[in-house]
């Protein structure tokens, strides 16, 4: 899914301070040892085609700068934790996607991406789901917002799965790991 900036209604505690379980995952804080992990979640190329500041290959140096991005003030992320280990990463952020929207501005970025070696066992929607009933339940944010790339057709069953809905918006994006534009399609869920 794609990331983009908007400025949040009110903005969550930090993730330092917030973890989140589910049936089969915890939604954690990212750790600084987190980084070998995070190389092997974003390992594979076709997966990294797919996310928007995923480079390919990911090197150290790259892990550690994403590392240190995702925790950076405005960014809010979570391991995707299954029996400790980290499978992937939830996201609630304020970041960008596409020209300014003006009218489409929607709400709150929510993204998952999880490794191709735990893809296909309904961990993304049971992240989105944990990480949307905790918003709701707290107000947080009415509406959420979530974009993919029109070619990633796993995303999109995702997110209908999830309950968003189209809005009708396609912007161009660019993604690390490819070359060129390539258009994203909007949508969003109300809580």
């Given at each position: 899914?794609?990331?983009?900036?908007?400025?949040?209604?009110?903005?969550?505690?930090?993730?330092?301070?917030i973890s989140?379980?589910?049936?089969?995952?915890?939604?954690?804080?990212?750790?600084?040892?987190?980084?070998?992990?995070?190389?092997?979640?974003?390992?594979?190329?076709?997966?990294?085609?797919?996310?928007h500041a995923?480079?390919?290959?990911?090197?150290?140096?790259?892990?550690?700068?994403?590392?240190?991005?995702?925790?950076?003030?405005?960014?809010?992320?979570?391991?995707?934790?299954?029996?400790?280990?980290?499978?992937?990463?939830?996201?609630?952020?304020?970041?960008?996607?596409?020209?300014?929207?003006?009218?489409?501005?929607?709400?709150?970025?929510?993204?998952?991406?999880?490794?191709?070696?735990?893809?296909?066992?309904g961990y993304?929607?049971?992240?989105?789901?944990?990480?949307?009933?905790?918003?709701?339940?707290?107000?947080?944010?009415?509406?959420?917002?979530?974009?993919?790339?029109?070619?990633?057709?796993?995303?999109?069953?995702?997110?209908?799965?999830?309950?968003?809905?189209?809005?009708?918006?396609?912007?161009?994006?660019?993604?690390?790991?490819?070359?060129?534009?390539?258009?994203?399609?909007?949508?969003?869920?109300?809580?």
């Amino acid at each position: 899914m794609i990331t983009r900036t908007i400025e949040p209604q009110t903005r969550p505690q930090k993730p330092e301070q917030i973890s989140i379980e589910t049936t089969r995952l915890s939604l954690t804080p990212l750790r600084s040892s987190d980084t070998d992990n995070l190389m092997a979640v974003f390992a594979d190329r076709n997966s990294a085609r797919m996310t928007h500041a995923i480079p390919h290959p990911l090197s150290r140096d790259g892990a550690e700068k994403l590392l240190a991005d995702m925790s950076a003030a405005k960014l809010i992320h979570w391991a995707v934790r299954s029996d400790e280990a980290l499978i992937g990463i939830v996201s609630l952020t304020g970041s960008a996607c596409g020209a300014p929207a003006g009218i489409h501005t929607f709400g709150p970025n929510i993204s998952v991406f999880i490794a191709p070696s735990h893809q296909g066992n309904g961990y993304a929607l049971e992240a989105v789901d944990g990480l949307l009933r905790w918003v709701k339940k707290r107000k947080v944010y009415k509406v959420i917002h979530a974009a993919h790339f029109a070619d990633n057709d796993p995303s999109a069953r995702l997110l209908i799965t999830a309950d968003f809905l189209y809005t009708g918006r396609k912007t161009m994006e660019t993604s690390l790991a490819r070359d060129g534009e390539h258009q994203a399609l909007h949508m969003i869920r109300i809580l």
